[in-house]
């Protein structure tokens, strides 16, 4: 009981996260401010979803594929955020 509890909780705030990135794509006006709230919404929100799946799965090798594939993407995220600045900023200039 106590584990659903826990879970779901952390499944939501990942949940709000993300929905609070996805706000900040649409109402920030800068496009370095849009890129900067989605990616960082983007690492917690998943994070904490993935967290709150862990608690649910069963094995620990389900667990372990889950924070792989969390490292997958944040280095994933990482990446693109800094393309599409730099890709930005060689545009403006």
């Known amino acids: 009981m106590?584990?659903?509890?826990?879970s779901t909780s952390l499944i939501l705030i990942g949940s709000l996260f993300l929905l609070i990135g996805s706000v900040g794509l649409i109402r920030l006006?800068?496009?370095y401010s849009r890129l900067h709230a989605l990616t960082k919404a983007d690492m917690?929100?998943?994070?904490?979803?993935?967290?709150?799946?862990?608690?649910s799965v069963s094995s620990l090798g389900d667990a372990l594929k889950l924070v792989i594939i969390?490292?997958?993407v944040v280095v994933y995220s990482s990446i693109v955020g800094y393309a599409i600045a730099n890709s930005k900023r060689k545009r403006d200039a």
């Not at 106590?2 to 826990?6: A, F, N, Q, S, V």
């Not at 917690?44 to 608690?55: D, P, T």
């Open 2 to 6: 106590l584990i659903e509890i826990l």
């Open 29 to 31: 006006r800068d496009s």
């Open 44 to 55: 917690l929100g998943f994070g904490f979803v993935v967290l709150g799946v862990m608690f």
């Open 70 to 72: 969390w490292v997958f």
